[in-house]
């Protein structure tokens, strides 16, 4: 959190995307911890706000995420979601080559999700970061180009 402080340069325009503070620079954890989320999972790339726009849309809507993990469970039942949970986690990024990006979806977040066994919990505590990403991508006076 003191890192995002310092270098996150709060209330200028170069702020990271997603992350809520108030007046006082104090930050919302469940928007930090969205954020840190979706940085362990996008790799670096032309790409990554597209696809950092998809995690946070499914962020943002309640219940999509436990209800693709139980069509999952349906769907496998040999190979049943296993969250992961302990001290040692591991995650594969994200690489979709740059002229891919646009055909990449919510569904595809989802699995990205899936696939890395990223707990249902952790998706309902990230709900704040989808909201506040998105109001902040579709509010901003400067809107990314990549919206359109």
Known sequence: MMYALIYGRPGLENTWQGIA???????????????????ALCVNSAGKTTI???FAL????PGLYREAVAAYAAANPTQPFMAQFGANLENRQVHVPDDQVRNFTDDDAICVLIHNCIPPDWVDHAY???????EQQFHQPTMSLDVF
């Open 52 to 54: 950092v726009r998809w």
């Open 21 to 39: 503070v108030d007046f006082a620079y104090r930050m919302h954890w469940r928007t930090l911890f969205g954020f840190t989320l979706c940085r």
């Open 58 to 61: 499914v962020m943002a809507r």
């Open 128 to 134: 704040m970061y989808g909201v506040v990403y998105l």
